[in-house]
């Protein structure tokens, strides 16, 4: 993938991608159950269209051939086929629990037991950290210091 494109935040078409959640259908895919798993997060597939939605989001229809399926993705759902792949026990938008109280300087800004929402993933670092929007902040947090939130999850 060219490092100038990434930075725009656009995809070719053609060009061979890795969704990094799990995508189920949310009631747009035709002859499948609502929430039923569509693409397991990790799966490669090729870009075969790029529009938008709301006129303000980009995304971009991936062909999932080993899976035989065509979805809708969004940016932030996307990396390049040949960038680093680490797995993570967490993905975008998964909604986690703190393990510990988070502080700032002394002051407990998040309680333990606090759920917030994954915002992104950092795949490079040991461990892996996730920057999570917990109210009224956002921290950057390494994976073992959360647990699986009670609102649900994308994974399986």
């Not at 990790?42 to 939605?53: A, D, K, R, S």
């Not at 989001?57 to 399926?69: N, P, W």
């Not at 990396?79 to 680093?84: C, L, M, R, S, T």
Request: with cysteine; proline share 6%; aromatic share 8%.
């Amino acid at each position: 993938m060219n490092p100038d494109r990434y930075d725009e935040g656009r995809f070719d078409y053609g060009e061979a991608v890795r969704i990094t959640r799990n995508v189920r259908n949310d009631g747009t895919y035709p002859g499948k159950e609502i929430g039923e798993l569509l693409i397991r997060r990790g799966c490669i597939g090729n870009v075969i269209e790029v529009g938008t939605f709301l006129q303000d989001q980009i995304i971009y229809t991936v062909h999932f051939l080993d899976e035989g399926r065509m979805v809708g993705c969004r940016l932030e759902e996307l990396i390049g086929a040949d960038e680093p792949w680490n797995p993570s026990i967490f993905e975008f938008r998964d909604k986690v629990l703190s393990a510990f109280d988070f502080s700032i300087d002394g002051e407990v800004r998040v309680a333990k037991g606090t759920e917030g929402e994954i915002e992104k993933v950092i795949r490079d670092s040991d461990p892996i950290l996730y920057h999570v929007r917990f109210p009224g902040i956002t921290l950057q947090i390494p994976e073992p210091s959360l647990e699986p939130g009670l609102t649900g999850k994308n994974t399986e």
